[in-house]
T-cell receptor
């Protein structure tokens, strides 16, 4: 039973397309996150939601829009994809806003061609 | 702002060698500190944590001690195995903000 699951695992798409990545957690955690990992493995926080409410929105192009229909789901929609969006995107969740650590999904490798 | 700095890699060791990966932090208060491990093609997994000064986190033979006086949380293992080859991330969480990660250190263990 996967704790934090993301779909799809791989996504190859053309520039200019719109795509979504879905994330679900079954841990009962109250906070969910999206991170972007570049080719050098550097991790950057993009968004954080606590009980469906946006609490962190880092400097991310407004082509990226998170949506949290309930506290177990956090989806990421990306409009007008660009080559520079190619990366691995990780969803994570935590209880108590991360005091005891995060649980990560296995990632979505996005390749824009 | 709050941040962590960890030693640059890559680190290459022979099996059964001793491992140290250095990590220091900058924070205005007393953060929780973490080590995560990322195996090839996978997400990050929490390896160990410490939530207050002098705490020692340990898991799978890895250890790290929260040292307030040196603002450090170095990761150690007495005898590494080939299966320990991965990227290791030091991280901190302070005042319920987002987790701040170091740049990652790639470890390769050769038989």
């Amino acid at each position: 039973d996967t704790a934090v699951s993301q779909t799809p695992k791989y996504l190859v798409t053309q520039m200019g397309n719109d795509k979504s990545i879905k994330c679900e957690q079954n841990l009962g955690h109250d906070t969910m996150y999206w991170y972007k990992q570049d080719s050098k493995k550097f991790l950057k926080i993009m968004f954080s939601y606590n009980n469906k409410e946006l609490i962190i929105n880092e400097t991310v192009p407004n082509r990226f829009s998170p949506k949290s229909p309930d506290k177990a789901h956090l989806n990421l929609h990306i409009n007008s994809l660009e080559l520079g969006d190619s990366a691995v995107y990780f969803c994570a969740s935590s209880q108590d806003q991360g005091y005891y650590g995060y649980t990560f999904g296995s990632g979505t490798r996005l390749t824009v061609v | 702002g709050d941040s962590v700095t960890q030693m640059e890699g890559p680190v290459t060791l022979s099996e059964e060698a001793f491992l140290t990966i250095n990590c220091t932090y900058t924070a205005t208060g007393y953060p929780s500190l973490f080590w995560y491990v990322q195996y090839p093609g996978e997400g990050l997994q929490l390896l160990l944590k410490a939530t207050k000064a002098d705490d020692k986190g340990s898991n799978k033979g890895f250890e790290a001690t929260y040292r307030k006086e040196t603002t450090s949380f170095h990761l150690e293992k007495g005898s590494v195995q080939v299966s320990d080859s991965a990227v290791y991330f030091c991280a901190l969480n302070y005042n319920n903000n987002d987790m701040r990660f170091g740049a990652g250190t790639r470890l390769t263990v050769k038989p």
